[in-house]
């Protein structure tokens, strides 16, 4: 018997509360103020879980969405143009109060759906039920925290700038139609991270679900069509190189946001006829790097690398991805590293205290036995006993030493629940791999000596946009500004950051003398101007 042999169970065995009920086929999408019924194609939703039957193991399937085509897409975008209409339709019209009650409906009701919506994430892509919960929560934090941010960004706009006899306000003003699509691995946080700015910015939107945590945003759909203009919220379906080259290449999208691989942005970039008009919002690829020095305090090392590293099986942007440790320390390192690996339980994603669950990639198994047997051709090991074991989706951790330049561990994003782990000499080694990477995310340092961390500081500033010291790799507080260097990510996200990424400073000025003083007195008095405007927000 293999360490995961016992990890699925009977459909009986699984706890009531976590059923979803009937299977959840989707058969309407939401375009043009409308939740429009399809009666074409449907793609199968199956859970990464798989269920013990008398046939063997099956992989439970939780409902169908819409396969929708390019001409359905097409009528989505033009229903965003119209929506938008050069920015005079009703929605980036409106004052910033009157989208802000609007948002603030649409997550009222959201709220309403929070169990249905986290037991879906947990069923569609294996992250344990608590863990969706929290993800449910902070996208709802995250709302209002935009809400929040809009607020005092409007309020310090408010306010009229005299400047060499030139009087001007200056105010966001939003970009026109985003074509937002967000991840598997937080199908709904980061998601939001991206729409919600989009939308409350004056933006109307093209959403396309990612293809593994689709179903989970159909329970929303009808806030969307409630809470905010006809055409504003749109919903696409179907297959990303079916449906999205020709969104594209009509030239209409303004903003691409996209959380995913460098090379998919890069393609569809160049679909754009006019590359200058289109803003990119991009989250992508990185392979974050912990360095542990002689220093360090191993404890502190291998709790936050085990944190890093497999919170989620690894399947974050975040995650630790490689690990350098000082050569004095790394036999030490590698063996407190595997019993905390090993301390670690897995199971199915509804157990409680749960930190290991199967993986909602169908090829992802083999790609990590690929990674691993190529590292073992190449003269490394699997340091942790049962590491890298695989039954059907789930794939214990694998902690993998010594890693060199001849393996795919080295330098590809394995976004899975392999550790790899090298030694090194001098601090210039693991430098230089950051300064030779093709991405440029984030790196945690992991030591107690001042003179070190600060010679550790300085170079990798320059190479990665978050230094974390004694820490993990990770994305918050959402207040902090995230984005990446090289081909990690294309602007920043951040509370605010979002806002400004999804709006420009638009500015109305005149002449300081009597006669425009009155008429821009006169416009902000009788307020005639939704722009020019003195009102505070609350």
């Avoid at 929040?148 to 001007?168: H, M, T």
């Amino acid at each position: 018997m293999t360490l995961t042999d016992s990890i699925f169970v009977e459909e009986s065995q699984i706890p009531s509360e976590f059923l979803l009920g009937e299977e959840i086929n989707q058969q309407e999408y939401l375009s043009n103020g409308e939740m429009k019924p399809w009666t074409g194609a449907s793609h199968p939703v199956l859970s990464p879980v798989y269920i013990k039957t008398a046939a063997g193991l099956e992989r439970k399937k939780i409902g169908s969405y819409p396969v929708c085509t390019e001409q359905e897409a097409m009528e989505a975008l033009d229903a965003a143009v119209v929506a938008y209409d050069n920015g005079r339709g009703e929605w980036p019209s409106m004052s910033i109060q009157e989208r802000i009650d609007c948002v603030e409906q649409f997550t009222r009701r959201m709220i309403d759906k929070r169990d249905e919506v986290a037991k879906l994430i947990m069923w569609e892509i294996g992250k344990t039920y608590a863990d969706s919960l929290k993800e449910f929560d902070r996208t709802v934090e995250y709302i209002y925290a935009t809400i929040d941010a809009l607020k005092d960004l409007d309020r310090q706009s408010s306010r009229f700038e005299i400047v060499q006899g030139i009087i001007a306000q200056i105010r966001r003003s939003p970009l026109g139609v985003v074509l937002c699509m967000g991840p598997f691995n937080y199908p709904l946080n980061e998601t939001f991270t991206t729409l919600i700015p989009a939308l409350i910015m004056g933006n109307t939107i093209l959403f396309k679900p990612p293809k593994h945590g689709t179903l989970l945003h159909y329970p929303l759909l009808e806030a969307f069509k409630d809470c905010f203009p006809k055409g504003v919220v749109n919903t696409i379906y179907g297959r990303g190189h079916a449906i999205v080259p020709a969104l594209m290449q009509s030239g209409k999208i303004n903003v691409l946001t996209l959380i995913g691989s460098s090379k998919v942005a890069n393609e569809l970039k160049k679909l754009h006829p006019k590359v200058n008009r289109l803003r990119a919002v991009l989250g992508l690829d990185a392979k974050n790097a912990a360095i542990i020095t002689a220093n360090a305090d191993l404890k502190v090392a291998v709790e936050e690398t085990v944190l890093g590293a497999l919170s989620f099986n690894g399947q974050r942007c975040t995650a630790i991805k490689i690990v350098f440790v000082h050569q004095d320390v790394v036999d030490e390192f590698l063996e407190l590293l595997s019993a905390a690996v090993a301390k670690l339980k897995f199971g199915m994603p509804w157990e409680k205290g749960v930190s290991l669950t199967p993986l909602p990639e169908p090829h992802k198994p083999a790609y990590l036995k690929e990674c691993i047997d190529e590292a073992i051709a190449h003269g490394a090991r699997v340091v942790n006993e049962g590491g890298g074991q695989i039954e059907e989706s789930f794939v214990y951790p694998a902690i993998v030493y010594p890693v060199n330049e001849k393996m795919k561990l080295y330098r590809e994003e394995q976004f899975g629940p392999i550790i790899p782990v090298l030694a090194f000499q001098d601090l210039e080694e693991p430098i230089q791999y950051l300064i030779e990477a093709t991405h440029g995310q984030q790196v945690s340092l992991f030591s107690n000596d001042t003179d070190e961390i600060s010679s550790l500081i300085d170079p990798l500033v320059n190479q990665v946009n978050r230094v974390n010291i004694n820490c993990q790799c990770q994305r918050g507080p959402d207040v902090f500004p995230f984005g990446g260097r090289k081909d990690s990510a294309e602007g920043t996200l951040s509370v605010v950051d979002a806002l400004r990424s999804f709006s420009i400073r638009s500015t109305v000025a005149t002449k300081m003398n009597e006669r425009n003083k009155k008429l821009v007195n006169e416009i902000v008095s009788e307020n005639n101007s939704a722009f020019l405007s003195t009102k505070f927000i609350f």
